[in-house]
């Protein structure tokens, strides 16, 4: 290509920024872009931002200052901003940081051709709108390039939650669902490519309605597909757990037995502060309808320590919450204001207890994540290998409790599942041998 032109994505939070990176490589691609993995000899820089924790913004107008000099040298380089830190600022991004080109929020993927158009004839481009149409169906499709054998598929964005402390239905947006078709004929495209697992994404992902029967419905018209040999979603809100997707973790094959269900805290008191809408009673008798259907289910989740209002007791009732569930993996962070969401004008539990009481979670939950991981030692698990590993001969995948797995196979073992038997733990992965021939032969 005559004018090819080079990109840099840096992408930050989630798994749906991984996949929004993606797509916008791709949309790029056909304006002539090919990705970099180095800022240095980019044409063009996007940052793909995340808004949920923290000085988020502050962070990114550090690391645009760190693009001056090569802006400098390089007076054609655009820079972009994307993701929700540009949907939280927007304006304010260019006028505290005059060298950027264009910020595009997350719903305004699709006019990234325009708007790339734009900053090269020398303007800026803004666009933070939410449209109606679904901006998925106006990116590039996907190049029929090979992949490997796992992908994410965002099947659902936003959330009318309102948890009282997260910025998502504000950066994000109301919740929207893709249509099945839609999905169907992106997943099939993905298998084609090679792809064996799908992870459907989605802020709430089990509020899915783009299909007749929610997301359990699209699962198993998705598992119909003969190639893909697993499922996952993320994330879940407790209240959108319905029966027939209960039932698919017991009856779908395909479905892994792997879930994230964040419950955030396990005290009923804060659960009403935050506005989560569920009890910590509500929360066991829902895992304990899952664990019916699915005894070896791992469940995941989120918490947040040092919400406002949160007394010891209140903490000691989170504690006792997690060691009541169990989780074979979990993510815990201290509360941070967010502007804008309501539980940013209380006041605040002092910043020393807040990390004392993370510590104590995080020192449970990992204790709780190491048993899980040993406990998987002298198992057999089934194993979707995805590349090789360091040491030659190795290759390395994941069970189907997500786990990390090495053993020693042969290359065309990449992307095929294999039964293996776990040999030991090495903390931060299981060690394991083949026992399986290919369970189906390659196509
Ligand atoms: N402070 C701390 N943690 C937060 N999360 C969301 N908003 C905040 C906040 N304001 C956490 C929640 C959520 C995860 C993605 O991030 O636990 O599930
Ligand atoms: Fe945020 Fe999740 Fe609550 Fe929605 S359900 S407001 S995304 S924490």
Redesign the pocket.
Known sequence: MADTKKLFIKTYGCQMNVYDSERMAETLGAQGYVQTDTADDADMILLNTCHIREKAAEKIYSELGKFRGLKTAKPGLKIGVAGCVAQAEGAEIIRRQPMVDLVVGPQSYHKLPQMEARVQSGKRALDTEFPEEDKFDHLASRPKAKRGPTAFLTVQEG?D???AF?V??YTRGAEVSRPAERVMAEAADLVARGVREITLLG??VNAYHGHAGGLAGLIWQLSEIDQLERIRFT?S?PNDMDDALIEAHGTCDKLMPYLHL?V?SGSDRILKAMNRKHTRESYFALVDRIRSARPDLLLSGDFIVGFPGETDQDFQDTLDLVRRVGYGQAYSFKYSARPGTPAAERAEVPPEVASARLQELQALLTEQQRAAQADMVGREVKVLFEKKGRREGQLIGKSEYLHAVHAVAPDDMIGQVITVQILKDMTNSLKGQVLSAPARPRA
């Open positions: 959330c939650k309102f948890c997260c998502v239905p802020q709430n994330t809100h964040p955030q």
